[in-house]
């Protein structure tokens, strides 16, 4: 059963802000969101990870309702080098395995010059 | 600091044969992870080691799989005899946190992956 939907693909322009929502209704309480990236012929790399909120870091911002039930991944002024796809993943810590790290389809964001 | 480095990049082989995927976690991490990428569908979870011992294999395909960690440190992934459906990308990844850790003691930082093709 997938815990989370995310759009197929992006397309942004070079400078501009991409939000990439992810969907994840029965979240549970003791789950927490994490947002993988991955580039081509390159394993995912680890960006941001909440529980509720709103996390920034030096590569992106985490912004997560109130009820928690979704979270968007926000870049800012995106380039060339941040097309990649984007894997949201909802679950608890412990114990880690395939229920809690499942990573579905992802986003796929391109970005334009 | 060495990231996770895996070995081969890429193995071709041939159906019926056997091969074995090496992973080196980051140094210090206890919990080793293995995944696997099939025909380009989503990447799924196959075990997790704590040290040397099997945690959860609950997403190891078939018993042509085995995985190993002996020591703690390095695992390898052995695939005999292999067959044409597990040609895909296979990744591992570590990350710290002494069990049952919290959510942020569980970031995975992965190795590049090894690319599997069976002919």
């Known amino acids: 059963l997938a815990k989370t939907t995310q759009p197929i693909s992006m397309d942004s322009y070079e400078g501009q802000e991409v939000n990439i929502t992810c969907s994840h209704n029965?979240?549970?309480?003791?789950?927490?969101i994490t947002w993988y990236q991955q580039f081509p012929s390159q394993g995912p790399r680890f960006i941001i990870q909440?529980?509720?909120t709103k996390v920034t870091n030096e590569v992106a911002s985490l912004f997560i309702p109130a009820d928690r039930k979704s979270s968007t991944l926000s870049l800012p002024r995106v380039s060339l080098s941040d097309t990649a796809v984007y894997y949201c993943?909802?679950?608890?810590?412990?114990?880690?395995?395939?229920?809690?790290?499942?990573f579905g389809t992802g986003t796929r964001l391109t970005v334009i010059p | 600091e060495a990231g996770v480095t895996q070995f081969p990049s890429h193995s071709v082989i041939e159906k019926g044969q056997t091969v074995t995927l090496r992973c080196d976690p980051i140094?210090?991490?206890?919990?080793l992870y293995w995944y696997r990428r099939v025909m380009g569908k989503e990447i799924k979870f196959l075990l997790h080691?704590?040290?040397?011992?099997?945690?959860?294999e609950s997403g190891m395909p078939n018993n042509r799989f085995l995985a190993e960690r002996t020591g703690g440190t390095y695992s390898t992934l052995k695939v005999q005899p292999a067959e044409l459906e597990d040609s895909g990308v296979y990744f591992c990844?570590?990350?710290?946190?002494?069990?049952?850790?919290?959510?942020?003691?569980?970031?995975?930082?992965f190795g590049a992956g090894t690319r599997l093709s069976v002919l």
């Open positions: 990844a570590s990350s710290p946190g002494t069990p049952p850790f919290s959510y942020h003691e569980n970031i995975q930082y």
């Open positions: 029965n979240i549970a309480t003791n789950d927490y």
């Open positions: 909440g529980y509720k």
């Open positions: 993943l909802v679950g608890d810590a412990w114990p880690p395995g395939a229920n809690n790290l499942f």
């Open positions: 140094s210090g991490h206890d919990n």
């Open positions: 080691f704590v040290k040397e011992s099997k945690q959860d």
